[in-house]
């Protein structure tokens, strides 16, 4: 049975990574809450507005309501990486090349290791970031649709249009699919052809009963999971056409109780899936067998992280009641 440490924290918690097998609770306040023997606070920023794990590097990077894009190590030590006097840094993303971007208000800006920094002013404000798996190619979610953008060229970017506020962005691990999260109750996709002046094809994924606001890549790619319904949609990314035509599966299905953050083990096709009332359920697609992490808690799960073995599961909610999971306890 697995054994679950409780953490209990003050204010909302935006996200938590883990660093090897140390846990980091990244805190709206602006700090780190660390877990490596025992309870480590490292103060990053006052007030903290968005932070993402770098999948290159050992390290965080963060974006504050001071302006300030931070990282930090897997011992806790911070450094600046930019500064944007008195705007917030709404989102931040990492790349390949040690490269990072951020966005204020209407632009969105990359920082390359060479120190140099490019931003590409879209019309309307920056909603979401994320980097494609190859080249160093940035996209900016934004109102009706999404900017592609070149970082180390000087060439007008690709639009992928449709209408609507799209609020967050994500590419498959092989940078063949594009998905959003949108204002509304829905998901977008654009298949990306990989032939140059072709069309991006669309993907609609809709039905849902509530915004998805989280979404989990399976290890290999071949499924995309989201909250945002009352079981985890899990939607099939195999053949070269994505879901379109497809049916999703729906796991961890709990009558009227939302799913509200998911996330895949970094090795096996096994999902965490968070619910609205803090209940946690592992479900293996093979066989949809379910195992109880967590019994349900004071507030809605609002993140989740695998450690890189798989064996631990770091949550957050937002009533402040996180922990670690100890799967093979």
Not at 203 to 211: D, F, Q
Request: charged share 20%; aromatic share 8%; proline share 5%.
């Amino acid at each position: 049975m697995p054994t679950v440490a409780p953490l209990d924290l003050d204010g909302h918690i935006l996200a938590v990574e883990f660093l090897g097998d140390v846990p980091f609770f990244a805190n709206a306040s602006g700090s780190f809450h660390l877990i490596d023997g025992g309870e480590k606070v490292v103060e990053a920023h006052q007030g903290m507005a968005s932070c993402v794990r770098d999948p290159y590097k050992q390290r965080l990077i963060s974006g504050g309501e001071d302006g300030k894009v931070m990282t930090i190590a897997n011992d806790g030590s911070i450094k600046e990486l930019a500064a944007v006097p008195r705007k917030w840094i709404t989102n931040v993303a990492a790349g390949p090349q040690e490269a990072i971007a951020y966005s204020v208000g209407k632009s969105a800006f990359v920082k390359l290791s060479s120190g140099e920094t490019k931003e590409f002013a879209e019309e309307r404000t920056v909603e979401g970031l994320a980097f494609a798996p190859k080249g160093l190619r940035i996209a900016a979610a934004r109102y009706n649709g999404v900017s592609l953008h070149w970082a180390a060229m000087q060439s007008p970017p690709a639009d992928l249009e449709w209408k609507g506020a799209h609020t967050g962005v994500t590419f498959s691990p092989d940078g063949a699919f594009l998905v959003t999260t949108m204002q509304e109750n829905a998901l977008h996709g654009w298949k990306l052809d990989s032939k140059a002046g072709a069309e991006a094809r669309h993907m609609r994924m809709t039905g849902y009963p509530a915004k998805v606001k989280s979404l989990s890549w399976s290890a290999k790619g071949k499924w995309l999971a989201s909250s945002g319904a009352p079981a985890a949609i899990v939607w099939p990314f195999q053949g070269k056409d994505g879901p379109m035509g497809k049916a999703p599966l729906e796991l961890g299905t709990r009558a009227n109780i939302m799913a509200t953050a998911v996330k895949f083990h970094p090795a096996e096709d096994i999902l965490a899936i968070g619910f609205i009332d803090g209940m946690i359920l592992a479900v293996r697609l093979a066989d949809n067998k379910e195992a109880l992490l967590r019994r349900p808690g004071k507030g809605a799960i609002t993140a989740m992280s695998w450690s890189a073995n798989g064996k631990l599961l770091a949550f957050a909610s937002e009533a402040g009641d996180c922990g670690i999971v100890d799967i093979a306890a």
